[in-house]
């Protein structure tokens, strides 16, 4: 029988008293913990492990469990608050250095900028050949039909053909 964590804490918590619903295969597990107490106490007596220091152990086990969840969680909310603060001080950092941004402003762009973003660029005709080139090629696709089946098991066989002959190591056939 296999448990995760979920269900082994669950069968602590009805094994430590409290009312806890459980599946068959907990109930189950939890009465195998249960009879392996017993014979422990069989085998030490009954004075060797009293209900007072068990119940202590469990208490312990309990708080120490509890410490460690209100450790993390209080680490996360530090980090969470730390990285809120650096996050506050960047933005302050960033105004005051370049002021707050004006609202509605485009940018200024100098006129030879735009003159050479709007001419044309050097090998134009290429890019325009390729574009003219890019169209026709969709507009072929766009009209073409699909391969048959046929097709596609020519090139099926044909790639089996030629990854055969690429696996196998070519070797010499001696001669006489």
Do not use: C, K
């Not at 609202?103 to 290429?126: D, L, M, N, S």
């Not at 050949?129 to 009209?143: K, P």
């Amino acid at each position: 029988m296999e448990l995760n964590s979920e269900q082994y804490e669950r069968i602590a918590r009805r094994l430590d008293g409290e009312t806890v619903e459980l599946t068959a295969e907990e109930q189950a597990a939890a009465s195998e913990i249960q009879s392996g107490e017993a014979a422990l106490r069989r085998s030490l007596g009954e004075e060797a492990v009293p209900a007072r220091a068990l119940a202590r152990a469990r208490r312990q086990v309990r708080a120490a469990t509890g410490r460690r969840f209100v450790a993390r969680a209080r680490f996360v909310g530090v980090a969470a608050a730390g990285l809120a603060v650096a996050a506050a001080i960047v933005i302050a950092w960033a105004i005051r250095l370049h002021g707050p941004p004006a609202p509605h402003a485009r940018p200024a762009v100098p006129a030879e900028v735009w003159a050479q973003a709007i001419a044309e660029p050097p090998g134009g005709e290429a890019i325009q050949f390729l574009s003219r080139e890019l169209d026709r090629f969709e507009a072929e696709l766009a009209v073409s039909r699909p391969p048959a089946s046929e097709d596609w098991q020519i090139d099926s066989v044909q790639r089996e053909i030629d990854t055969f002959w690429r696996d196998e190591p070519s070797v010499e056939i001696p001669e006489g």
